[in-house]
C-alpha cells in the first residue's frame, strides 16, 4: 500500500510546464513526500522531497499543501526527456525501511 | 565506481534453474536495496540491508528468493528453481546509511523464464 493516489496518465506540451498531482490524505506528521520518476528501461531517478516546505530543486519543484493532504510535483518547463512514470511517495525519513512504489503517473510530453 | 552496476544485464533461463543477480553499490553507501518490477507493473521492495544490522526481508515473495551482501558491499540476489512468473527486471539501489532519502538505482536484469 503506497499510501498515494496519483492519476495513471497525463500530458503536457513541450515548453509547458507539467504539474503532476498527488494526494496523501493520510499522511503522518513525520513522514516526508518523496517524488521518484522511471524512464523507460531505466532505473528510478530521485527528483526531490519535502516534509511540509515547499522545495526547488534543478529538476523540479514542489508544493505541498498547508494541510499536507496532497502535492504538486512541477516541472518549470518540460522537454520529450521528461517523459517517464513519476512517483509519489510518503514515507518516515530515517525510519530504516524501504521506500514503497506505486503505479506513479505515466506522464507524456508531446511536440 | 561511478554509479549502482548490475550484471548480468539480461538472464534467459530455463523454469527449474538457480539464478544468481550481483549488485555492485556505490562505494561508500551503507544501504542497499532490491526491487522488482514486472512487465507494466510498479516497483515491488523485495529486501533492504543497512550496514551490519539483520536485513529486512520482508519483501521475499518465497523462500526460493534469498539474498546476500558480502562485507558490506557487493550483494547476490539468488532465486532458486526458478518460475515463469519470476520473470521481471530486477533493481538494485544504495544510498547513504539510514538516511535514505536518496536512492541510487542500477539499470537492473531483465529475467526472462522460459
Known amino acids: 500500500d503506497a499510501k498515494t493516489t496519483q492519476p495513471t496518465s497525463m500530458d503536457c506540451a513541450e515548453g509547458r510546464a507539467a504539474n503532476l498531482p498527488c494526494n496523501h490524505s493520510t499522511i503522518s506528521g513525520n513522514e516526508y513526500v518523496y517524488w521518484y520518476r522511471q524512464i523507460h528501461s531505466q532505473g528510478p531517478q530521485y527528483i526531490i522531497h519535502?516534509?511540509?516546505n515547499n522545495e526547488t530543486n534543478e529538476m523540479a519543484s514542489l508544493i505541498i499543501t498547508e494541510d499536507r493532504k496532497s502535492s504538486t510535483l512541477i516541472l518549470p518547463h518540460a522537454t520529450l526527456r521528461d517523459t517517464a512514470v513519476y512517483y509519489c511517495?510518503?514515507?518516515?525519513?530515517?525510519?530504516?525501511?524501504?521506500?514503497?512504489f506505486g503505479k506513479g503517473t505515466s506522464l507524456l510530453v508531446t511536440p | 565506481g561511478a554509479g549502482v552496476s548490475q550484471s548480468p544485464s539480461n538472464k534467459v533461463t530455463e523454469k527449474g534453474k538457480d539464478v544468481e543477480l550481483r549488485c555492485d553499490p556505490i562505494?561508500?553507501?551503507?544501504?542497499l536495496y532490491w526491487y522488482r518490477q514486472s512487465l507494466g507493473q510498479g516497483l515491488e521492495f523485495l529486501i533492504y540491508?543497512?550496514?551490519?544490522?539483520?536485513?529486512?526481508k520482508s519483501g521475499l515473495p518465497s523462500d526460493r528468493f534469498s539474498a546476500e551482501r558480502t562485507g558490506g558491499s557487493v550483494s547476490t540476489l539468488t532465486i532458486q528453481r526458478t518460475q515463469q512468473e519470476d520473470s521481471a527486471v530486477y533493481l538494485c539501489?544504495?544510498?547513504?546509511?539510514?538516511?535514505?532519502?536518496?536512492?541510487?538505482f542500477g539499470s537492473g536484469t531483465q529475467l526472462s523464464v522460459l
Open positions: 540491508f543497512q550496514g551490519n544490522s539483520a536485513p529486512d
Open positions: 539501489a544504495s544510498s547513504q546509511g539510514a538516511t535514505n532519502e536518496k536512492l541510487f
Open positions: 519535502g516534509l511540509k
Open positions: 562505494s561508500g553507501h551503507t544501504a
Open positions: 511517495i510518503v514515507r518516515v525519513s530515517d525510519s530504516g525501511y524501504a521506500l514503497n
